[in-house]
Every structure is written in structure tokens, then in C-alpha cells.
């Protein structure tokens, strides 16, 4: 989640106004009065880890069941709400956010059976619409999310259909939550086939013919919370259409294969069956059954976790493996199901330098390179021959790239920080791209612009940063800033354009991105280097790239403002309490906060592979208990003004993480500088929430921003 800021250094806009524009400038109010923060009840909790005694008072937070927390949550929200309405423009913002929201928003179309369908949003939806057409027909709603609930906090969460488009199974997730219900329709005519599915989690819906599907879930908490009950052990299953979802067949996983997340796929003729199966979010098994035997067994051809594959396509008995097996960069291999052993794995695009994904459409295969956090796209043969360059706008993001074999082309979009996303045209056979869908956000990137530096971190390691403003702006240290980045679980942050930006950057503010360690930016070796006790790393990156703005004159402490969602959440409270000094503002985003307890929720013992746990070794504990933000935090220290977000449905990351750290933070904190806890209610993680929900957050953070910096905003009609 990429988000922004709007504000502006009231002499510096005045002076840059007309008489006219003045009128539009709206002051930060001298001080606002803040209701004394909830009297917290602390209990007398203690562990001892490898000799160490650990106080946890605030443990009780952590039963999301309870009428206390409950009750806890409404004082905490009635605090921040009452502090949020007395800032002068947060009204204005939101207003501004609104209009700039409303514009429609298209998906790249994809063809199933006869019909084209392609996802639309008219502006302000709460969610997206699935339309379809026949040919050059008029499009017809075929799916509407909005209608899943009266709030919009329902949304569709997955779709898939059968090979021939007849038939279709979709997720809904609702008040955002890793639990889904499924539903299936015949196409033709809309009706439900069979029952809706439910308790379904961390599942794609591979179809076998118009028999049924493969999917995959855990078995539901029977005790306690839900929400944040442990899930353990990843089951496979098939559900043959309409039979009740009791009965359906067992494939792989349980007590007998313990896997934490088994994934299945069928390749596009529907030969092999592919499963993949992992004890972390790194790594994993590589099961094949070849479908068209019968009574075929479960090959197993990766027996172990230490590197990631995944089949993409077959060419009759030729799998098409991607893998970083020997490769940290990643390659993609082909491999006989005769004698499938990686020993005899036979290169087909061979590693380079920088980091590949691989997809495939029209029979072609397509590269997806990653030169410093920024795309370029080749386009090969099934033997792995170079064939073409996909010619791209400019320095940004490419993304899509995928078709069935039979298509003659293909639809991919382009972004960057301040190229607003547009879909692109591709005609497999020439080569050629024209723009099909521009997007109609108010946006003049002409008057941007963006560029990357490459800063010292502290022990010596290159880092990019992509910076982002409006052209001309002057380096004079005082410019608002948002310093935004993720650093884990080999995720890229590659440019991105975001609506929500368009405030801050239309302001005069600056916008900067760096690829901390632990992404998956420059391959396998730059994720592990910011993992486990080498997770300091990712903090020092993004320390070092604060200091880079200031030293720059980009920015200075006054005017610096952090942020990051769910990991980047832990790297924001890590960088708070190691160097509350450098930042003004923080906002810390459905964060992993106790590092010393993460792993007894939900699915969070996955998370492992990067964190280490503190059960692991006295060593790892310790290393853990230094920077775990909720520990970290220290009595009688100034803070930066901080407002901490989560969502009373988080299944994911939960919520008790930002409560414990929210109380801790207000205990503790000695200063005037406000912290404050935003707790949405009826929603998750992140995916699927409303569009009116997403813009009312948007608006109360970068109002928050503003106020704290002491800045004016410049109301924008």
C-alpha cells in the first residue's frame, strides 16, 4: 500500500500564491486539545525466555472475544476521532481525495468461452464490477460485489473459471477477513450450482474439467477467537460439483503431510495436477499427478523447502519450471515428468544478472526482468530463443503478460510514481503495443517527475530510492515528506502510480520509496540479507535513506513523515524506538509489533523463515527481543506524533499487535506529540475494503500529517 501525504510550509505556498489562492489556504490549528488517553489496565504477566524475565501487561489485549477490549477499542477510537475533527482541513481533504477518486477505473479484459470480461469501477463503488461481453456486443454486468453486503465490506476475493467458461467458482471475503465462502454458477444463465462453500483460506480454485475443483483451507479454530486462532496444517481437497462440501475428497496434507500452505494448480491442458506445499513463505515441495492415467500417485520432484518452484506451463511430457534452485535470480528449466529429478533440470531461460518472472501467453514465453526495482520485458520461444523486446512507455512498472496458447494477443499495464496505470495492447506475432485504456485520473505527469538515487547504508550497501515530486520545487530542507518502504518476504516495490499521492505531490511534497534489504528486488541474497538476525538491515536501510533526504535538503526532521503496512509496519515502530529523534510523523499500518509472540497467531508462525522465532534459540530471542517494537519502547522518551492503524478483522497480522503497541506508546511517551490508535471496524487486512472506507483513512492520515508538521494545505477544487 502506497500512500501519501498533502501538506505545504504556509510562508513558502503563500508566497508562491495569488491574492486569489490565499483565500484557499487553510492553517493548521495552534493546538489541539487532546481527551486523556484510556486508562489502560495492565496485569501482572511474566515469561521467562532462556533466563530472561519478559513482562507482557497488556497481554489481555490480545482476547479480540473480550468485552474489555472490546470497550477498550471504543475509548481508544473515541480519543483519535475526537483529535481528527478538530484539524481544520481534513474535511477538504477528504473532499479532495473524493474528486479525485472519481474517475472509471478498468481492468485489462481476459477472454473465458465465448465471452470478454473485464473488471469496471464508475468512481466512487465501494467495489469494482465484472462485466462481460460477446464480441463487439454491449457489456452486461455478470458479477456485482457491491451487492455482497449493504456496507460494501464484502468482496469478491478470487474467481475462476472452467477451461471452456461455462462454469465459475468465486470467493467472497467478508469485513475483510482470510476467511472465504465460495460459489459456483453456470455462466450461461447465472444460477448456483450446488451449496456455498465456506471456512476456505489461502486457496486458488483449480478446476478439473466440469467436474470440480481443487482448494485448500485449514480447519477452523474451535476454540477461542477465529480471527486470531492458530492455523497450522494446510489441507488440499477436491469438491466434486454438486455433491455437499462434507463429502469432499481429501487429496494432500493433514496430520499425515503437515504443511503450513499447500497450493494447487492445473497446467492449461489439464494434464498435470501441481502442488506446491511450504512450512514458511519461503521455499517449498514440488508434487505433480499426471491426470490423464488413472489412478495415477502424487509425484513428489522438489523433497525439500530450501528453494522456491513453480510449474508454469508443460509441453506434452515437459514441465516448465520457474525456480531459484541454483539460480538466486530465478530461472525457468524444463524438466521431463519421465525423470523429473533437479539433478536433470535443463535450462531454458538461463539466470542473469537481474531478477526474472515468467509467464506465458499465445504459446510465447515472457521475461519480466527487474533492472534496479524497474521493468524490462522479452519475449522468448518454448526452446527459450529471444525473439522480441516489448518496446515500454518509460522507466516504471510492466505487469500482466498472460494469455491462453491459442490467443493472437495479450494485455499488460504500465505504471510508474507518476505514470498513472494504462493498459496496453500487445499483438504476440509483431511485436506491436497500443494503448487500450488510458486512465482518467486528473493527473498532469508533465508536471512531475521522478528520479533514483542510490544511498550508503550503514554498513556500506548501495540502496535505490525513487524520489518523487513536482518538478522545480526547491531543496531547501522543508519540504513535507513521506518516506514510505516494506524491506521483507522477498517483495519488490516497484514504481506505482497511487491516487492518494496526487494530494501530496500537487502540495509541493516529496514522495520517496527506497528497496531495503529483505525485498525481492535484487534477487535471494538481497532478501536474506535482511532476515532473521540479519533483519537489523532492512532498519539501518531505512534509517540511512531518512538521513539521505535531510542531508539532501529534500527534507528535514520537521517535516519527515514514515510509513508502511503489515512488515512495514514492524519496520516503522523499529525505526521509531532505535531513532525517535529523525522523524516527526509515523504511521505504522496493521504491523507485526511483538516480535516475541507473533508466531502464536493465526498463520503467523509462516512468517518464520524471515523473522526467526523466540523459541528458536537464546540467541534468536534476544536478537528479537532488542528490536521488537513493543518491547523496544522506552519510559520518559519523546516520540514522533504517531497514529497507528489496524482493523478489528485482521487475520492476518492481528490486531492485538497495535493494541499492545498503542498502549505501551501512550504509557510511555513524554512529549506534547499526540499517539493516537485508528481501529476500523469490519475489516481485515487490507484487500477488498470499500472505496469510501479506503478514502476516509487516506484523509485522516494525511490530515494528521499536516497538522503535526505544522503545514498548510491549499484547498484544491
Not at 89 to 115: D, H, M, V
Not at 587 to 605: E, W
Not at 689 to 695: A, C, Q, S, Y
Request: with cysteine; glycine share 8%.
Amino acid at each position: 500500500m502506497k500512500k501519501t501525504a498533502a501538506f505545504l510550509i504556509a510562508s513558502v505556498a503563500i508566497a508562491a500564491c495569488t491574492s486569489s489562492e490565499k483565500q484557499n489556504m487553510i492553517q493548521p490549528k495552534d493546538k489541539i486539545t487532546i481527551l486523556p488517553y484510556p486508562n489502560t489496565k495492565k496485569i501482572d504477566i511474566k515469561d521467562n525466555l532462556f533466563g530472561t524475565t519478559v513482562e507482557d501487561p497488556y497481554r489481555w489485549l490480545e482476547d479480540d472475544l473480550s468485552e474489555e477490549t472490546k470497550e477498550w477499542v471504543v475509548e481508544e477510537n473515541k480519543v483519535t476521532q475526537n483529535y481528527l475533527s478538530q484539524i481544520p482541513f481534513r474535511e477538504a481533504i477528504r473532499e479532495r481525495l473524493t474528486q479525485l477518486w472519481n474517475y472509471e477505473k478498468y481492468s485489462a479484459p481476459f477472454r473465458e468461452g465465448k465471452f470478454t470480461y473485464f473488471f469496471k469501477n464508475d468512481g466512487l463503488q465501494n467495489q469494482a464490477v465484472l462485466y462481460r461481453q460477446l464480441g463487439d456486443g454491449k457489456p452486461e454486468v455478470f458479477l456485482d460485489p457491491n451487492q455482497f453486503s449493504k456496507d460494501g465490506t464484502s468482496s469478491l476475493a478470487g474467481i475462476s473459471f472452467s477451461k471452456d467458461g461455462s462454469l465459475v467458482a468465486y470467493q467472497i471475503s467478508d469485513g475483510g477477513s482470510d476467511w472465504r465462502r465460495v460459489i459456483v454458477l453456470n455462466t450461461q444463465n447465472k444460477d448456483q450450482i450446488g451449496e456455498t462453500m465456506v471456512d476456505i483460506k489461502f486457496s486458488d480454485l483449480a478446476w478439473k474439467g466440469n467436474d470440480g475443483f481443487y482448494y485448500s483451507s485449514y480447519d477452523k479454530p474451535k476454540e477461542g477467537s477465529q480471527l486470531s486462532g492458530l492455523t497450522q496444517h494446510h489441507k488440499l481437497f477436491y469438491h466434486k460439483l454438486g455433491t455437499p462440501q462434507s463429502q469432499d475428497k481429501l487429496i494432500f496434507g493433514g496430520q499425515e503431510t503437515p504443511r503450513r500452505y499447500i497450493g494447487a494448480t492445473l497446467t492449461e491442458d489439464e494434464r498435470f495436477l501441481v502442488i506446491t506445499a511450504a512450512v514458511s513463505t519461503t521455499g517449498n515441495e514440488l508434487y505433480v499427478q499426471d491426470l490423464s492415467k488413472g489412478n495415477s500417485s502424487i509425484m513428489q520432484i522438489v523433497k525439500n523447502f530450501d528453494n522456491n518452484h513453480e510449474v508454469i506451463d508443460n509441453e506434452g511430457e515437459d514441465l516448465l519450471i520457474f525456480t531459484n534452485l541454483n539460480a538466486p535470480n530465478f530461472r525457468l528449466v524444463k524438466a521431463n515428468i519421465s525423470d523429473p529429478d533437479p539433478a536433470n533440470w535443463k535450462d531454458i531461460i538461463p539466470q542473469t544478472e537481474n531478477v526474472l518472472q515468467v509467464s506465458t501467453g499465445g504459446h510465447k514465453l515472457f521475461a519480466n526482468y527487474l533492472k534496479d526495482a524497474t521493468s524490462y520485458v522479452i519475449q522468448f520461444d518454448y526452446s527459450g530463443k529471444k525473439e522480441k523486446e516489448i518496446i515500454l512507455p518509460g522507466l516504471g512498472t510492466a505487469s500482466g503478460f498472460g494469455a491462453k496458447k491459442e490467443e493472437k494477443d495479450l494485455y499488460y499495464t504500465f505504471t510508474s510514481y507518476v505514470y498513472p496505470p494504462t493498459i496496453f495492447k500487445y499483438d504476440i506475432a509483431s511485436g506491436k503495443s497500443e494503448e487500450y485504456k488510458k486512465s482518467g485520473v486528473k493527473f498532469d505527469p508533465s508536471k512531475y517527475e521522478s528520479k533514483q538515487v542510490f544511498y550508503t547504508s550503514k554498513d556500506g550497501t548501495k540502496v535505490p530510492m525513487i524520489i518523487t515530486h513536482k518538478k522545480g520545487i526547491e531543496l531547501n530542507g522543508k519540504n513535507p515528506t513521506l518516506l514510505y518502504a516494506y524491506g521483507g518476504f522477498n517483495i519488490s516495490l516497484t514504481p506505482a502510480f497511487s491516487t492518494s499521492n496526487i494530494v501530496l505531490l500537487e502540495q509541493g511534497g516529496i514522495y520517496a520509496v527506497p528497496n531495503l534489504r529483505g525485498g525481492g528486488e535484487y534477487g535471494e541474497k538481497w532478501h536474506i540479507a535482511g532476515t532473521k538476525m540479519q533483519k537489523q538491515n532492512v532498519f539501518d536501510d531505512f534509517i540511512a535513506a531518512a538521513q539521505y533526504l535531510i542531508d539532501n535538503k529534500y527534507t528535514s526532521t520537521p517535516y519527515l513523515g514514515i510509513s508502511g503496512g503489515s512488515n512495514g509496519g514492524l519496520l516503522v515502530g523499529a525505526a521509531i524506538t532505535q531513532k525517535p529523534e529523525l522523524f516527526k510523523v509515523a504511521l505504522p499500518a496493521v504491523g507485526v509489533l511483538d516480535m516475541l509472540r507473533y508466531h502464536k497467531f493465526t498463520a503467523g508462525a509462516g512468517w518464520a523463515y524471515d523473522y526467526g522465532t523466540a523459541d528458536d534459540s537464546k540467541e534468536m530471542f534476544e536478537y528479537l527481543y532488542k528490536y521488537s517494537p513493543y518491547h523496544a519502547i522506552r519510559k520518559d522518551v519523546e516520540y514522533p506524533a504517531t497514529m497507528v492503524t489496524t482493523a478489528d478483522h485482521d487475520d492476518r497480522v492481528v490486531p492485538a499487535h497495535s493494541f499492545k503497541f498503542a498502549a505501551r506508546l501512550q504509557e510511555y511517551h513524554k512529549g506534547n506529540n499526540p499517539v493516537l490508535i485508528r481501529i476500523e471496524t469490519n475489516a481485515g487486512h487490507g484487500a477488498g475494503k470499500p472505496t469510501n472506507m479506503i478514502i476516509q483513512e487516506q484523509a485522516d492520515k494525511w490530515a494528521f500529517m499536516f497538522q503535526n508538521m505544522s503545514v498548510s494545505y491549499q484547498e484544491i477544487k
